[in-house]
Structure formats: C-alpha cells, structure tokens
C-alpha cells in the first residue's frame, strides 16, 4: 500500500507521455563521466502511485559496441532481464519539491530507493492536462550484481560503483 502525503494533483489516473519522457544514468568512469539513455520509456501514475520501467535492449550510448556489452551479463543481461522495473511506496509532495520512495528491479535484483526532484503542473496545453516529475537517485550498481571493472595502471578501478539515474516524465490525465 502506498504511503502518500496526498496532494491534490496526484488524484487520479494519468498516463506516461513517452515522447515527453526520459530516462537516463551516468557513472563516473576513469576521468569523465559515461552517460547513457533508455529510448523506451513507460509507466503511469494512479491515485498517488508511481509504476514505470525502462527496455534495456533500448539502450543508447555513443558507441555501439559498448550498447552490446552493456546488454551481455556484465552489466544488464538484458536476454534474461529484458527490463528495468519501479514501483512507489511513498510519494510526498512539499510546494514543488517531490520525494519517492520505492523498489527498483534491475537484473532480477530488487532494492529499496529513494530519489528526490520536483513536480511541475498540472497545466493544460492542446486538450490535455499535464504534469510533470523530474527525479534523481545514486545506486550502487553492485547491489544489482553489476560487478565488473577494470583495474588502472597507477592504481583505483576504471568504473565508479555508484551510478546517477534521472527520469524526467510527463503525464498525461485519462
């Protein structure tokens, strides 16, 4: 059961806007950072609870050669865990700052997180009412069982543990 501070603009049923929505992560790997995004993006909003999830073979990185190893069990196995799955237990909205609470399924892998942003609306534009989240978390990727790195000449590891997630989503209300 969701834990909801209720707020009147969560009232409802309201449907992802995928054209309007992303989702993205990024990780600090040798000097830079490496950023990613999930082309297909879907979930909805009822009556206070968050439910989304992302394809992982709708990956998109720079190199395509690294969007395969991305999906090999190195990192996503994206064959035998073909998506990235949320569900929100606690949604609280204070003004125009959002905090969540919930469960993250990544690579079979189940674990509570909390990120925290802001909400936007609802407004109306061409018929329709929106509104909108947009959310940051940092997860340890080898919680999920996503352990592979590799070792520097002059000591430390090439890939960082934590990884930035970001959605920006927008709702539509049926």
Not at 9 to 19: A, D, F, S, V
Not at 102 to 112: A, D, I, Y
Request: aromatic content about 8%.
């Amino acid at each position: 059961m969701s834990d909801t501070t209720f707020d009147d603009r969560l009232i409802g049923q309201w449907k992802l806007n995928p054209t309007h929505s992303s989702a993205s992560f990024s990780i600090d790997y040798t000097v830079a950072k490496f950023r990613g995004t999930f082309e297909e993006v879907d979930g909805a909003l009822r009556d206070g609870v968050l439910t989304g999830a992302v394809k992982v073979a709708s990956i998109n990185v720079k190199e395509p050669t690294l969007g395969s190893h991305l999906q090999s069990p190195d990192f996503f196995v994206g064959e035998r865990h073909p998506a990235i799955s949320f569900r929100s237990d606690v949604l609280s909205i204070d003004g125009d700052s959002l905090t969540l609470e919930g469960q993250l399924t990544l690579r079979g892998v189940t674990k509570p997180v909390r990120a925290t942003g802001t909400v936007s609306g609802p407004t109306e534009f061409m018929t329709h009412t929106r509104l909108g989240f947009a959310l940051e978390t940092v997860i340890d990727r080898t919680e999920f069982g996503m352990a592979w790195n590799a070792d520097l000449p002059k000591g430390g590891k090439a890939l960082s543990d934590e990884v930035t997630l970001s959605v920006e989503l927008e709702f539509d209300l049926l």
